[in-house]
């Protein structure tokens, strides 16, 4: 089943193209990273994707957006606020149900946070800030993920266990990332880009680091 589609698409904005003849599909079920230099657009491309299916998928964007006086705990839940009554969600503002918090220790757990459960996010390093905006997302659940560098900031045995939780929790995703080793590792495809243009489709099975060296140079 195809659940994203670009073909021959060309995306700017302010004037200037930032993607241009955008041509594939990705169908439910694979693991996509996205790769290239800074500033080719995969950022760009991420948020086109979520606008194909908004309602389906958890977003990791880049920026975290995160809510700084709020706590963990605050912040995972905001996953599943559409999901609830106004009443609801204010009651766990003020004082947090215990099934919540049971639901959102669960998450925490997979990412190496419970200790910070109630602790501000403007308190956190910036790995913790990361790994909470994935709790998130995991917390929001669905069958697709969309990331934005979502391991950037944490230590190579972390991105691994956050990259692990990801795969175990959506059937779908797609992320982009800049560590390609670890790309090559948990996706079963690398699209990349240069100059704003796909350069290469490819399975990972098979692919070393290597294999992407001209898209940087």
Do not use: C, W
């Not at 979520?50 to 880049?62: A, F, G, I, K, T």
């Not at 691994?160 to 059937?171: G, K, M, P, V």
Request: proline share 4%; net charge negative.
């Amino acid at each position: 089943m195809t659940l994203f589609h670009f073909d021959n698409a060309t995306f700017g904005y302010n004037g200037r193209t930032v993607l241009r003849d955008v041509t594939f599909d990705i169908q439910l079920g694979e693991r996509v990273a996205l790769v290239g230099p800074s500033g080719v657009g995969k950022s760009t491309l991420l948020s086109l994707l979520y606008e194909q299916h908004p309602r389906d998928v958890s977003l990791v964007p880049q920026d975290g957006a995160l809510v700084r006086n709020l706590s963990v705990f605050h912040n995972v839940y905001m996953g599943r606020l559409q999901q609830h009554a106004t009443l609801y969600n204010l009651v766990n503002l003020v004082r947090p149900l215990r099934r919540e918090v049971g639901g959102v220790t669960r998450i925490l757990d997979k990412i190496d946070m419970t200790e910070y459960l109630r602790t501000p996010v403007g308190q956190l390093s910036g790995g913790q800030q990361q790994r909470t905006a994935v709790g998130r997302a995991l917390f929001h659940g669905g069958t697709v993920l969309l990331g934005d560098e979502p391991v950037s900031s944490v230590d190579a045995h972390q991105a691994r266990r956050i990259l692990s939780s990801i795969n175990e929790s959506f059937d779908t995703v797609v992320l982009a990332m800049h560590d390609i080793e670890l790309a090559i590792a948990f996706t079963d495809r690398i699209i990349a880009l240069q100059d704003g243009q796909v350069v290469l489709d490819r399975p990972t099975a098979g692919m070393t680091p290597a294999d992407l060296d001209p898209i940087y140079h």
